[in-house]
């Protein structure tokens, strides 16, 4: 049994075994939990991202070793657009896992002090304002990266003017 000053024992403010004391203290951290959803779809979204930004990295790889010209200088500005968008989307991931991290050590916190009388409110504030400014990075990263995306998808001139020749078959 713990003990505190003076050698008395130590009661919890909270038992663990009330039912009721746990359910309350389980309804303190569902906001935080759903936040914690919320959190985990985003990041399933940016893996997908990041994924498909490595598949088209993979292809213009052997494209551009064998490229020359003009060819080869587009493809050299479409690997270096790749390249920066993987470093925004990592950076992205890193950003929304640390709220992540910082939601959990929330709950974690609300209910330590429940259970122990530890008196975190302001830990609790600081931690889930911390978890509000990493998301809130994560998310304007994302933005980051989606304007550079969409700049980065332009239709070459010679494809907008290109023109079937029916006699060759050209399609």
């Known amino acids: 049994m713990p003990f505190g000053r003076g050698g008395e024992a130590m009661t919890l ?8 004391a746990v359910a309350h203290i389980i309804g303190q951290a569902v906001a935080p939990v759903f936040l914690l959803a919320g959190i985990g779809a985003f990041l399933n979204t940016l893996t997908g991202r990041l994924a498909r930004i490595v598949d088209r990295g993979r292809v213009i790889e ?14 050299v500005r479409e690997i270096n657009t790749v390249d920066r968008r993987m470093q925004l989307v990592s950076s992205a991931i890193t950003a929304t896992v ?3 991290v910082l939601v959990c050590a929330v709950v974690v916190l609300l209910f330590a002090a429940a259970l122990i009388d530890l008196h ?8 889930f304002i911390g978890a509000m400014v ?13 304007r550079v ?11 907008l003017t290109h023109e079937v020749d029916e006699a060759a078959g050209d399609e």
């Open 13 to 20: 403010p909270v038992t663990p075994d009330s039912a009721s």
């Open 62 to 75: 052997p494209r551009l070793l064998e490229s020359i010209g003009a060819e080869h200088d587009r493809l």
């Open 98 to 100: 640390a709220s992540a």
């Open 120 to 127: 975190a409110g302001q830990a609790i504030a600081l931690l």
């Open 134 to 146: 990493t998301l809130a990075a994560g998310f304007f990263i994302f933005l980051i990266e989606t």
């Open 149 to 159: 995306a969409a700049r980065a998808i332009r239709v070459r001139k010679a494809l």
